[in-house]
């Protein structure tokens, strides 16, 4: 067995695999993501599979400010991680030892995750999740990165995307999106299968006046605003878009 053959064959192997997902990841900074996993996942398991993928544009400013609200305030101005969230989900999940585990993940991390990655919580994904978080931080920017976040999202059985969520719930397009209501769907994001937005439960309901109120502080932040309002910014040493 020609050892040197196979290790020449396996690195030629490697870069070709390197190289692809390089390209598939600056295409999508462009064109929105043709199915991810977590999608196939629910159309194969008889959730169905509800989507429409929107621009930014095309989005009540509401929407984006509810989820940074709910999911990531910090999200304008890290780098892709919030290393003290992460820090005090691990002392917490040390400290409780139960099957429900509390994440620290940003909106970047997710992303990263529902984009090109499975669900689960193993370390082999959790290091591919960091790869990728870096590599869309730095190719895509923090205003593309928010737009697929709300683009691929599940937000109920079935439903992905804040377009699918707006018609499923509302019954309108999400640039219609009321404060409320697009709080009421951020509600849901940390079990979209579990918490039911319309009609809401008592605390799908607590939980959207909380984000409603964050909502209302973060709106004057000039991170957040700029981000919203789609400006580029230099803060120390930190560019985003």
């Known amino acids: 067995m020609n050892w040197k053959k196979i290790g020449h064959k396996l690195k030629k192997i490697f870069v070709i ?57 910090l999200f304008p101005v890290h780098n892709g991680f919030d290393w003290k969230s ?62 697929v976040y709300l683009n691929v999202s599940e937000m109920g059985r079935g439903v992905f995307g804040i377009e699918a969520a707006a018609h499923y719930y509302f019954k309108k397009p999400a640039r219609k999106l009321t404060q409320r209501e697009a709080a009421l769907i951020a509600a849901c994001l940390p079990n979209p299968k579990k918490y039911k937005v319309n009609p809401a439960s008592p605390y799908m309901d607590r939980r959207a006046t909380w984000i409603v109120s964050q909502m209302n502080y973060l709106r004057s932040d000039d991170d957040i605003d700029a981000l919203l309002k789609g400006k580029v910014i230099e803060k120390k040493g930190y560019r985003h878009e």
């Open 86 to 147: 992460i820090e005090k989900a691990i002392r917490y999940n040390d400290r409780k030892k139960t099957s429900i585990i509390r994440g620290g993940s940003t909106i970047s991390q997710q992303v990263a995750k529902n984009v090109f990655l499975w669900q689960g919580r193993s370390w082999t994904r959790k290091g591919l999740e960091a790869y990728f978080t870096f590599m869309i931080e730095k190719i895509w920017g923090k205003k593309r990165i928010l737009e």
């Open 17 to 73: 695999l390197f190289l692809a997902q390089l390209v598939y990841i600056i295409l999508l900074k462009w064109i929105d993501p043709p199915v991810t996993i977590t999608q196939l996942v629910s159309w194969v398991s008889g959730y169905g599979l509800k989507r429409d993928y929107i621009t930014w544009k095309e989005m009540s400013s509401n929407a984006p400010l509810a989820v940074m609200s709910s999911e990531d305030q």
